[in-house]
Structures are given as structure tokens and as C-alpha cells.
């Protein structure tokens, strides 16, 4: 299976959106990635909050935008469309938003879910589910906080005394199949054909999207 | 008069002292008297596993957050097969659809069972069979604790709960319709909810028989 992986930054997304919408011959093999619009990458002040390092930018995933595929990132994600995919992996922190919805997994530093998400969620530090929030799925991180209002159904882990170094997606990519991530990471590993990607922790964001 | 066995030697008292409340953020915060004794006995070393039949509630996560444990929340109040028992009449049939609601993680073990008040809206058949799923989650030390009710006059709120301290639980306003009630009493309960013994009851001023539960002896040791 050809992937369509590749790293993302700021200049060239767009490019690689089009080149995807428009090779009909990737899209008969692997389902195309339904990218209604645009994606917009700019710095979110909310999201860049949460961050340890001023440094971290954001990706924001714009409310008409629709994914079909994995999403992978080196920098905050904030997702205000619908993502359908098997994971949304962030080595920093993943954001629901009120309109956002996602159909899969999660895997990030912080996650906060304001938005629905039906999927499991992996917070190697904590999971937050706001008052709009709804969650159809298990939860496992050390720290998880409801707030009033938010609809969850399914199973919580929690270990106070436990923190998870997050999951890199550069490191899983150059990982392969190795199975440290779980089998959903792990699967979205298959067939990767992307030059490894080096995580440069510069100020430059980076998205990584691939069709499902 | 029905035999008693040995549902008479559960120790229901009344509870004289009417149970201390107060509201916090719209959330009555109600103290426990049997609480203590479901989270004294547990062994923390290990990952706990809990089973909340009731909605997921913050002060719930809150308070498990200080454990090392896994939390399952199955809001089974909020499930058609609860709501329409009536048209469920076959026992198979609620078997199994009890068997795909329960469904935990393959050698699951619960140490606490939160019922609330979910077995009062249990018919006979639908207690029956949620025992009979409920059992292979137990092992020896399973607790549990829940609400009875044992006569139509006594008028059950719709509330829902959660867990707010060792000795407090939170009571609000459910906010979807009130199901229909079975009152069962504590020997029919007995007899249909088979994995458990009953520990202790204490009669809530509110007619509420409040329980904690403890597995029975055949319940195989973990």
C-alpha cells in the first residue's frame, strides 16, 4: 500500500492538499482525502497556553474542513471541523473544539474535548472533557477532569502516580511497526513511504496527514 | 409471612439522624454512613475497577482520580432496554441484551459496583438477568452499593448520583423521564440478585432502604 504520509509545514500544506485532491489515481486506490477547504495553520493562543514552551505553535483544523485519514503532528492541533480516521496523534496537545468532531483515536500530551469525539483517548498527562464536550469511548491518562455538562460514555484509567512520555509521531514514523504505541498507532504505520522525518523542535509547525 | 433466611440477619436500621445534606453549585451533597465501609477494605496497591451504572459526573472522576483505577461508566438508566423493559419478556433476550451493555474488557474483576438506585426500575426478569451478567465481573471482595425500595408508596425521585467523598455522595435532578419502578423486597432481592449477600441496610427517612452489598461466598476468590 503506497502511503500518502508526508510532513506538513506552514508554506507548503496547501500544496500538498491539492496535489492530494486532485490525483484521482491515489484517491481510487485508498479513498481520497475528503479536504473540503482550506487548512488554516495559525498560532491559537487558547491551545498555545496549554503548552510547556511559548515556542509550540498551533494547527487549526477550520470548522467546514472535513478529514478523512490520520492526522499527525509535531504541534498543537485544534480541531473545530471532522476528522474520520483511525488516530489524531499529537506529541504536544489536541483540541476539540465546540464544533469539532472526530471519529478515532486520540493520542497527545493534553487532550481537551469540547467538541465529540468517538474514539479512545490517550493524554500522557491529562484529558479534559468540557461542559460541551461528549465522549463515546476509554480514556487512559494519569490526570482526567469532567466538567459540568459533559456527556462520557465508556471507561477511565487513571494514575495519579504515572506520567507518560508522549508519543512522538516522528519517532513512531521512523519506528514503523514497532509495537510501543498500540495497535491503533501501530496500524497507522502500515505502509508508511515517507522519508523519515527528523522532529527539529523548531518554531515551525508541523501536520502530517494521511488518507485512510 | 415469607421465610426470612438469612436476609434477617441483614442489620437494616433506621437511620434517626436524617442524613446531613447541603447544596453546592446546584449538586446536593448528601453524607453516607455506609459509604466508609465500601472504600475501607480496598486494596489500593493494585489498579482498582469500578462499575458506575449512573452517568459519568465530575465529582465521580474526581474522586477516583486519587486511585489507581479504571472506571467503567455505563449509564444504564439511559439504555432502551432499560426504558422498555415491558417489551422485553423473554429472559434470553434480556440476557443478552445486558450481556452487550456489560460488556468489559476480557478478565475484568470489579472491586465496586455503584447501583445507585437501578434495581428498583428492575422487573424480577431483568434483575435476574443483570445478575447473571454481573457475576463473572465479581470476585470475593466485590462491593457494592445501592437504593432499594420495597413498596409502590414509597416515591422514588428522579435523581441521579455520584461519589463525592468517603462519606458523601452528590444527589441532582436527572434530567431524561423517570422510568417505571419495581419495589422489591429484601428477600426477592435476595433471591434475584444472587451474587451478593447483603451487609448492611439502613432506612433512609425518604423510605429509601440504602445498601451496601458484599459478593457471596461462591463467588470465586481473585
Known amino acids: 500500500m503506497v502511503s500518502t504520509t508526508a510532513r506538513m509545514t506552514t508554506p507548503n500544506i496547501l500544496k500538498y492538499m ?72 499529537s506529541s504536544h496537545n489536541v483540541e476539540i473544539g465546540e464544533s469539532g468532531k472526530v471519529n478515532a483515536n486520540i493520542s497527545a500530551k493534553i487532550v481537551i474535548v469540547a467538541g465529540l469525539v468517538e474514539g479512545n483517548i490517550a493524554g500522557s498527562e491529562k484529558v479534559l472533557i468540557s461542559k460541551t464536550g461528549s465522549v463515546r469511548g476509554n480514556i487512559v491518562a494519569p490526570r482526567v477532569q469532567l466538567e459540568d455538562g459533559a456527556l462520557f460514555r465508556g471507561s477511565i484509567e487513571m494514575d495519579p502516580g504515572k506520567v507518560v512520555k508522549p508519543v512522538s509521531p516522528a519517532v513512531s514514523r521512523k519506528a514503523g511497526n514497532s509495537s510501543h504505541a498500540g495497535s491503533s498507532i501501530k496500524d497507522s504505520s502500515i505502509g508508511t513511504g515517507a522519508a523519515p522525518v527528523q522532529d527539529t523542535g523548531s518554531k515551525e509547525s508541523g501536520l502530517a496527514l494521511k488518507s485512510g | 409471612m415469607p421465610p426470612l433466611g438469612r436476609v434477617n440477619t441483614v442489620a437494616t436500621q433506621v437511620d434517626l439522624n436524617a442524613p446531613a445534606s447541603s447544596v453546592v453549585r446546584g449538586v446536593v451533597v448528601q453524607t453516607s454512613k455506609l459509604f466508609p465501609s465500601l472504600f475501607r477494605s480496598l486494596d489500593t496497591n493494585r489498579r482498582l475497577t469500578i462499575l458506575d451504572v449512573g452517568a459519568a459526573l465530575p465529582e465521580t472522576v474526581q474522586f477516583f482520580s486519587r486511585f489507581k483505577c479504571r472506571i467503567h461508566f455505563i449509564d444504564l438508566f439511559s439504555e432502551p432496554v432499560v426504558r422498555e423493559l415491558q417489551q422485553v419478556s423473554n429472559p434470553k433476550e434480556l440476557h443478552h441484551q445486558f450481556e452487550k451493555l456489560l460488556k468489559l474488557p476480557h478478565g475484568s474483576r470489579l472491586d465496586i459496583c455503584l447501583l445507585w438506585d437501578f434495581l428498583c426500575y428492575l422487573d424480577d426478569p431483568a434483575l435476574r438477568a443483570f445478575n ?45 423521564k423517570q422510568l417505571a419502578t419495581h419495589p422489591h423486597t429484601q428477600v426477592e432481592m435476595h433471591e434475584l440478585l444472587s451474587c451478593f449477600d447483603f451487609e448492611r441496610g439502613l432506612l433512609l427517612p425518604d423510605g429509601k432502604l440504602e445498601l451496601l452489598l458484599r459478593a457471596r461466598d461462591d463467588i470465586l476468590e481473585f
Not at chain 1, 505553535?57 to 478529514?67: H, N
Open chain 1, 18 to 89: 491539492e496535489i492530494n485532491m486532485f490525483d484521482k489515481r491515489k484517491s481510487s486506490r485508498q479513498g481520497s482525502p475528503q479536504i473540503k477547504e482550506s487548512i488554516a495553520m495559525q498560532e491559537n493562543p487558547s491551545v498555545a497556553a496549554q503548552a510547556h514552551s511559548p515556542a509550540i505553535k498551533s494547527a487549526v483544523i477550520g470548522l467546514d474542513i472535513e478529514i478523512t485519514g490520520d492526522v499527525k503532528a509535531s504541534a498543537n492541533i485544534k480541531i473545530n471541523g471532522h476528522i474520520k480516521g483511525s488516530i489524531v496523534e
Open chain 2, 132 to 176: 447473571n451478567v454481573l457475576r463473572p465481573y465479581m470476585h470475593s471482595r466485590t462491593r457494592a452499593h445501592g437504593f432499594g425500595i420495597h413498596h409502590l408508596a414509597i416515591r422514588l425521585e428522579n435523581k441521579q448520583y455520584g461519589v463525592m467523598e468517603e462519606d458523601a455522595m452528590s444527589v441532582r435532578l436527572r434530567q431524561t
